[in-house]
């Protein structure tokens, strides 16, 4: 018996060295933002040793950094997220100090932190199908989303849990979309008497409208690219907002000067183009728009950085429109 | 057969770290005002969690959902169980895989799938039934709780198939024998005689069920949120989900009631088959199982399960292949089926990141769910054949991470790896796979264990047998069913993990659910059906050959 238990412990402590190679002197990059593969290999093949990517989603974003920087462990010498996120690390003394002349002609506001770079905005937009509706019923304004005729025909995000979606309609109210509260919260009923289909987040929007199962959503427009040749097009409202994207290096980055080095890369025009161009991300670097008709043109906005507290509490006044029976 | 304290302590010591490191480590960080797990003290988040006033109708939710895809997928495995071990259905080999299909599929695939075939805008089994009978509206909504109900249970179909199919062919015939001499017809025997002696295995199916499903995501995700229905794990994923600083303690705080709600119903189970003599049907007499001959039957139930097989696991196979050759989502049409090309079965296999999950998770797969089986077997002969209070303990630890919420137990596992050297190392993957998924293996092996009267070891010893001879050449054999069960059941959950790994795996250390994940969160359902139908190839090989193993294994031991 004992040999038995012996022997299953080693053959586990045997596994430990499988697959645990981790180029160490690479500059491990952690981000939110997806599809990023194309700038990463642009930035190896011109760098040595180049950058690894690791992918970890909203939800766990803040969670997996704070733990392993708790315990001393933190492998990211470059972090990127939605900027409330980033702020949070900031706080916690997660992110290192850094200037990057990269940005020099990036908006004020998207440089103004010591730590943290913003270079894009996460924007939304109503997205719909376009073999199934008709040119004349695309909707030319956020209002036209309320008309019943969408009724049982939408998809968006859970306006009482997802963190962006909640941040998103508290900008529109922000950015006086519909002049005062009293439009607002017109066009809230509206679109909750229209009975959208509701999904966890944006990652699941397009599907059911490409598909036809809905016809219309509030979704991004960056699918319209990554998800080519799908019927996708976006409704051109006037004004788009979204949840800025920061990036910084760092605290306890193992080369600062890589990561610096990384960091005045990816905020490169060169970097940009490839992430509008490619992923269909709307960046601020001076001059770059992802290839989408009209986007060039239209008004895209930050949105404040909404605390937790606000967000559970818009959340729950959400609910009460949304989840009304 | 061993020192039996000893065995059992050194059991409760492994399997204890195993599964207690992570609980303890959500334990403190649901104690803790921080988002990590050492935080000042606070019980602000048991608060919260209880006092929400939705929370009695998502326990209610909880409860039919569990508790209705307990009962499809017991009731579906029984029949499937019975057909293909006690009857003499034709192709019966097919059905036997067929069973085990759901298993190797990504759950949230086959969620999905479901979704493509029965929405009630365009589903294609719903168009398809519109048209053939004139209907104005769609007749089945998948977004209802029935709907998930039916999902789940087909999801888990395998989970109690394996557990309950052993147990069937291990079946002494001469107490059915005994049944029909005495005059009682085929049915009344499978009610009187057949179905009770079983109880372990059903039992155990269902409560491994009911725990599984409490922890399941993507149906609740995919299929109840769009119908707005919430159970306990989209509950959780809406409190992590509201703020951008996902509070995991508060999840673990809701999670507790999962975790109290599994070690209750392993009590109960343990009561209901407290005397387990009266569940053996392997003693030293010798024993045979019989099949019962369907006579005029054969053909009309071999149609009943064919259909059965065709409409709830393979047309969502093949809606995932027809997905796998399209460019985008779109229902069946001229057009579809003209964009059709092979194009995303190229991207996945010229993609590096792909083969190299591919390779992790195989590797994960097979030592995995080797070692993890061999464990198995010594905690369910503790559990089996001590009985005590100490393998009541034993019993209820190997439950603990499992019982878990999947997206928090991953957390867990993070919080108590980082501080060992083994973090973001395939080691950290293969322990934490094995503690969560322990009762894959024990259920299994445990309802093998069950039938096999302690007069066989007793008799080996007597002829001056060591304890593990007798193990190898008398219980082993008998256990071949449950064995391969077990290790069936954990390499296809291995090949699919994801909510751990999802956590776990670093660069260098992907696996094949993340990098699903992956595509499903870009959108791109192409290349991840295409990525999901060469997860199920792989799980079918790795079960064909442990089927073949296994019925060699036992005829070996039957000739020696």
């Not at chain 2, 934490?432 to 894959?440: Q, R």
């Amino acid at each position: 018996m004992k040999k038995m238990l012996v022997l299953l412990l080693s053959l586990v402590l045997i596994c430990g060295s499988f697959g645990a190679a981790l180029a160490a002197e690479k500059i491990n990059f952690y981000a939110n933002i997806t599809a990023i593969e194309p700038i990463i290999d642009d930035f190896n093949s011109s760098h040595t040793p180049g950058a690894i990517y690791t992918r970890i989603s909203t939800s766990k974003y803040l969670a997996t950094v704070l733990t392993e920087f708790s315990a001393g462990k933190l492998r990211a010498d470059v972090l990127q997220s939605p900027l409330p996120i980033m702020q949070i690390l900031k706080e916690k003394g997660v992110l290192a100090p850094y200037k990057s002349a990269a940005a020099a002609g990036y908006p004020t506001w998207a440089q103004e932190d010591d730590s943290i770079i913003q270079f894009g905005i996460e924007y939304v937009a109503p997205i719909y199908n376009k073999d199934l509706v008709k040119p004349e019923d695309v909707p030319t304004r956020y209002e036209d989303l309320t008309d019943p005729k969408w009724y049982n025909k939408m998809v968006m995000p859970d306006p009482a849990s997802h963190a962006t979606t909640i941040s998103w309609l508290v900008g529109m109210k922000e950015a006086k979309i519909f002049g005062d509260d009293a439009g607002w919260m017109k066009f809230l009923k509206g679109l909750a008497a229209n009975k959208p289909m509701f999904v966890k987040s944006f990652g699941p929007t397009p599907a059911p409208i490409e598909s036809g199962e809905k016809v219309l959503g509030i979704s991004m427009p960056k699918y319209i690219i990554s998800k080519a040749p799908a019927p996708l097009a976006w409704a051109k409202v006037d004004t788009l907002l979204g949840t800025p994207r920061g990036i910084a290096v760092a605290a306890n980055a193992s080369d600062p000067k890589a990561a610096q080095e990384f960091v005045d890369y990816w905020l490169s025009k060169n970097a940009m183009q490839l992430l509008a161009s490619q992923v269909g991300e709307y960046v601020l670097a001076p001059g770059v728009f992802p290839p989408i008709d009209g986007i060039s043109t239209v008004k895209v906005l930050p949105i404040r950085s909404l605390s937790d507290d606000e967000i559970r509490s818009w959340g729950k006044e959400f609910r009460k429109i949304f989840y009304e029976k | 057969m061993f020192k039996k304290p000893t065995l059992t302590t050194t059991l409760i010591v492994i399997v204890g770290f195993l599964t207690l490191c992570p609980v303890i480590m959500l334990l403190l960080g649901s104690f803790s005002a921080d988002f990590v797990s050492f935080g000042q003290f606070t019980t602000i988040k048991y608060v919260e969690a209880y006092t929400d006033p939705d929370f009695a109708a998502i326990l209610w939710n909880t409860v039919l959902f569990t508790g209705g895809s307990a009962l499809v997928a017991t009731l579906l495995a029984l029949f499937l169980a019975y057909v293909n071990t006690r009857t003499d259905l034709p192709f019966k080999f097919i059905f036997k895989v067929i069973a085990i299909v759901p298993m190797m599929i990504p759950h949230i695939l086959f969620s999905v799938s479901w979704v493509l075939l029965l929405n009630p805008s365009n589903g294609t089994l719903n168009r398809l039934l519109m048209d053939l009978f004139g209907l104005k509206e769609a007749l089945f909504d998948i977004y209802t709780l029935p709907g998930m109900i039916l999902v789940e249970g087909l999801l888990d179909l395998p989970i109690a198939y394996l557990i309950i199919a052993p147990a069937m062919s291990a079946f002494d015939v001469s107490l059915e024998e005994s049944s029909k001499v005495c005059g009682a017809s085929n049915l009344r025997t499978l009610m009187k005689v057949t179905l009770p002696v079983l109880r372990p295995a059903i039992l155990a199916s269902a409560i491994l069920v009911i725990v599984r499903s409490l922890a399941s995501f993507a149906v609740p995700s995919v299929i109840g949120m769009p119908g707005r229905i919430y159970v306990l794990s989209t509950h959780i994923y809406r409190n992590i989900a509201t703020g951008f600083a996902a509070d995991f303690g508060k999840a673990a705080a809701i999670g507790m009631s999962a975790l109290a709600a599994s070690i209750t119903l392993i009590y109960v189970y343990r009561y209901l088959t407290s005397e387990s003599g009266k569940f053996v049907t392997i003693s030293s007499r010798g024993f045979k199982p019989t099949m019962i001959k369907l006579k005029k039957g054969k053909y009309p139930l071999f149609i009943v399960v064919g259909f059965l097989s065709f409409i709830l696991i393979l047309l969502p196979v093949m809606v995932l292949f027809y997905t796998s050759m399209l460019p985008y989502s779109m229902v069946p049409s001229a057009k579809a089926f003209a964009m059709m090309s092979w194009d995303n079965w190229t991207e996945v296999l010229s993609d590096p990141i792909s083969l190299l999950s591919l390779k992790n998770s195989l590797f994960l797969g097979v030592v995995g769910a080797t070692i993890g089986t061999t464990l198995s077997i010594f905690v369910s002969y503790v559990i089996v054949k001590v009985r005590s209070t100490a393998s009541g303990i034993l019993e209820s630890l190997s439950f603990l991470s499992f019982s878990f919420p999947g997206i928090v137990i991953g957390v867990g596992f993070m919080w108590f790896f980082v501080r060992t050297p083994i973090y973001g190392t395939i080691t950290a993957l293969l322990i934490g796979y094995i503690a969560t998924y322990l009762p894959y293996g024990i259920r299994p092996i445990s309802s093998a264990f069950v039938q096999i009267h302690s007069h066989l070891e007793e008799s080996s010893r007597v002829c001056g047998a060591t304890p593990f001879y007798t193990m190898r050449r008398i219980v082993i054999p008998l256990l071949i069913p449950g064995i391969v069960s077990g290790w069936i059941l954990m390499a296809s959950m291995f090949l699919r993990e994801l909510t751990l790994s999802v956590v776990l795996s670093r660069p260098g250390t992907e696996v094949l659910a993340v990098q699903i994940l992956n595509f499903a969160e870009d959108g791109l359902w192409g290349p991840l059906s295409a990525l999901g139908i060469i997860m199920i190839f792989i799980s079918s090989i790795l079960v064909i050959i442990a089927a073949v193993l296994g019925k060699k294994l036992s005829k070996m031991e039957v000739m020696n």
